[in-house]
């Protein structure tokens, strides 16, 4: 298949380019699109046929669910049977934004979403682009990551095009995203709010909110991956990830990558780390070595994306 390419205004995308991406979506195709955490690749989330074929097009396993996209939280509660206060409380705090709910299934999403689970993950994007396509398509969008399944995240159309080139339809390439890692994934299905992925919505915000939240990370024993990476790789480059301690004086050698000159706040560190990551990668170093920020609340996506990329 050949995969078209359309560049559009991040900011104020051109109706007619989105028409286009929305009529693939629609015809049960797929479009990987810019969202303000990294690029997701796009189908309808109500057609079980199109989102099979998002499994196969990263080959990712059947096992692992996707998240539902929608425009806004009456969107979120026709795909869930449930809508607790928490979660409005949550969505009217954050929503458009890098934070994803998983609450009970709806009956109108398919098997193949939540890989047979009963529950469902939904994100409202607040990236321009994916909200005017989510709206043109006139259905949710179910939107994993536009990467190959265990690789790095894409956060510009050149990832995207690297790794699945030849096996969607259509790229909508809006530039560079600005959040970088992915979203926030919380289970809201317990009598606690439950962090399954840490990002850039932080416990402390999510508990500015909800009051107390368990920060327990599920054990990686149920069939359905539950908590978003649990496979044994996960966010990795090719190239082998070594973590070290602040500080550490070490030779490390011509043939070592190292990832230096990175910002000192958790947000801008997010927004260049898989671009810098992608960049090493394809120097074909030996190693990538990489120093581990501090285990504080802020720094918890980061050093959770770093940790899995060394697994
Ligand atoms: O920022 C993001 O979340 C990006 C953009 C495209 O929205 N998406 C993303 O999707 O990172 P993905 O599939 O790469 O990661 C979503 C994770 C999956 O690893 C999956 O395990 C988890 O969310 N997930 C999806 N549905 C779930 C569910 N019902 N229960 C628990 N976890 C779920
Ligand atoms: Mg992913």
């Known amino acids: 298949m050949t995969t078209d390419l359309l560049r559009v205004d991040p900011d104020n995308p051109d109706p007619a380019l989105i028409e286009r991406a929305a009529a693939v979506i629609r015809a049960g195709g797929l479009v990987?699109?810019?969202?303000?955490t990294v690029y997701g690749l796009g189908a309808n989330a109500l057609d079980a046929a199109a989102v099979g074929r998002i499994f196969a097009a990263k080959g990712r396993p059947a096992t692992n669910p996707v998240i539902v996209h929608v425009a806004d939280v009456s969107d979120a509660v026709n795909v869930t049977a449930?809508?607790?206060a928490t979660a409005g409380a949550l969505a009217a705090r954050f929503w458009p934004g890098p934070l994803t709910l998983v609450l009970p299934r709806g009956p109108a999403v398919p098997d193949v979403v939540t890989a047979g689970g009963p529950t469902v993950a939904v994100r409202?994007?607040?990236?321009?682009?994916?909200?005017?396509?989510?709206?043109?398509?006139?259905?949710?969008?179910?939107?994993?990551s536009a990467n190959r399944s265990t690789e790095l995240s894409p956060t510009r159309a050149e990832h995207v095009v690297k790794g699945l080139a030849g096996r969607i339809d259509?790229?909508?390439?809006?530039?560079r995203c600005q959040g970088g890692i992915e979203s926030t994934v919380v289970d809201m299905t317990g009598t606690r709010v439950r962090v399954l992925r840490p990002g850039l919505i932080t416990s402390p915000m999510l508990e500015a909110v909800v009051g107390s939240i368990d920060s327990q990370r599920e054990?990686?024993?149920s069939t359905i991956a539950r908590s978003p990476g649990q496979m044994a790789k996960h966010y990795s480059p090719h190239t082998p990830v070594v973590l070290v301690a602040p500080g550490a004086e070490q030779r490390y050698g011509e043939r070592v990558g190292l990832l230096q000159n990175m910002p000192d706040c958790p947000t801008a560190?997010?927004?260049v780390?898989?671009?810098?990551?992608?960049?090493?990668?394809w120097e074909g170093y030996e190693r990538i070595v990489i120093e581990l920020p501090p285990d504080t609340a802020?720094?918890?996506?980061?050093?959770?994306?770093l940790m899995r990329a060394a697994e």
Do not use: Q
């Open 32 to 36: 990987a699109f810019p969202t303000e």
């Open 82 to 84: 449930e809508w607790p």
């Open 124 to 144: 409202c994007p607040a990236h321009p682009v994916a909200r005017a396509l989510i709206r043109a398509a006139g259905v949710p969008i179910a939107a994993p």
């Open 170 to 175: 259509l790229i909508l390439d809006g530039g």
């Open 219 to 221: 054990p990686s024993t």
């Open 269 to 271: 560190y997010a927004a």
């Open 273 to 281: 780390l898989y671009d810098r990551l992608h960049e090493l990668d």
């Open 298 to 305: 802020d720094w918890a996506g980061v050093r959770d994306r």
